[in-house]
């Protein structure tokens, strides 16, 4: 069977047609078609010779994700369970503001590996790595269901987007390209839970691509217990590598921490977040957990997050607290697509 288009990098595009004796115009041609006018059939490519767009047919398969469900929030944020052409299914959420942007926050794989234990999507495993076309159809879907183009993107939906490396860099560089999608390095964030050779890869990118780290804890043995998963990636070694990082690449990253009570919430936590902050080049995003059914983790409360926010103030370490938004739809990634397991 012919392998999906959207399974290759830009560059991997390139030097197929290149080997084919294919002019280098005719990709951007078809890039173009396909990413930047989102069609989905060869047909529709009315700028190509019709006896290449039937070779193409045969060489490469042209595929899209479908909307397999669509939930609306209160607050206007779209949540979409999203089916590929094998069938399988990834959850994404389109966030639009008052100001005119959209986000977009897409899925890196299908399930994930992690086991994070406060994440829905962590309890059912990996089931495969997206393609780099897959992690950009999810733009495509939700600026084709809005009407509107998409601004920004952030790459916290299923998965840890580091263990699928080159696809997502080359989903990036899609997204990117002035001539595709076209949105600026600076807009798209991708949130690791701190795979720290992904961390190093990705400081030496030459793009201007924002990092975020789902820290969730300072203490080690609070992470080993939440992130099972991070048990080799010491907190330590993590805070070298952004160290690097920043030096690298004078870039600030965000550390991602959800409050959940009883859990990462106690006075030596926040103690422990203050040394592990200080004189890094971080910005700390304290985010409201949403319950999940059958997980015993809570929310901490309002009081707590505020006293959080007010002590990380008072030591200068840059703060903020995430809006949360789409409780209603289930907010929290792999709560759709575990409702829909039952
Ligand atoms: S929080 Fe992220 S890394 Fe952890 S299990 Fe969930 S999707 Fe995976």
């Not at 396909?34 to 529709?44: L, M, P, S």
């Not at 767009?53 to 909307?67: D, K």
């Not at 590996?113 to 393609?131: E, H, I, P, Q, Y």
């Not at 995003?285 to 929310?299: A, D, S, T, Y």
Request: hydrophobic share 40%; aromatic share 8%.
């Amino acid at each position: 069977m012919s392998k999906p288009l959207k399974s290759y990098s830009i560059e991997e595009l390139s030097n197929l047609f290149k080997e084919a004796g294919l002019p280098s115009f005719r990709v951007n041609q078809i890039l173009e078609w396909v990413y930047a006018k989102g069609v989905n059939t060869y047909e529709d490519m009315t700028n190509i010779p019709k006896t290449m767009r039937e070779q193409l047919g045969f060489a490469y398969l042209l595929t899209m994700a479908t909307i397999d469900e669509r939930l609306v929030s209160v607050d206007g944020s779209r949540k979409y369970l999203l089916r590929f052409h094998d069938g399988v299914v990834v959850e994404t959420v389109g966030l639009p503001s008052k100001d005119g942007r959209l986000t977009v926050c897409c899925s890196s794989q299908a399930g994930c590996a992690m086991g994070c234990s406060f994440c829905a999507t962590g309890r059912n495993g990996l089931v495969r790595d997206l393609a780099p076309g897959e992690i950009v159809d999810q733009l495509l879907v939700v600026q084709d269901d809005f009407g509107t183009r998409v601004t920004n993107v952030v790459i916290m939906g299923q998965g840890e987007p580091f263990a699928n490396y080159d696809n997502l860099l080359a989903a990036l560089r899609i997204m990117n390209h002035p001539k595709l999608l076209n949105i600026g390095a600076r807009h798209i964030t991708v949130s690791t839970c701190g795979l720290i050779a992904g961390i190093e890869k990705f400081a030496g990118e030459p793009e201007q691509f924002t990092l975020a780290v789902s820290l969730h804890a300072a203490r080690q043995e609070v992470r080993d217990t939440i992130m099972p998963a991070m048990q080799n990636q010491r907190l330590g070694a993590l805070r070298q590598s952004l160290e690097h990082y920043s030096s690298a690449t004078g870039r600030r990253y965000s550390f991602e921490y959800a409050l959940m009570k009883g859990v990462n919430d106690a006075e030596e936590d926040l103690d422990a977040l203050i040394t592990y902050c200080r004189r890094l080049l971080c910005h700390v995003n304290l985010i409201p957990l949403n319950e999940i059914e059958g997980m015993p983790m809570l929310p901490s409360g309002q009081e707590t997050t505020r006293m959080w926010f007010d002590a990380l103030e008072e030591e200068g370490i840059p703060v903020s607290v995430r809006r949360s938004r789409g409780a209603d739809i289930f907010g929290a990634c792999g709560q759709l697509a575990n409702a829909r397991r039952g």
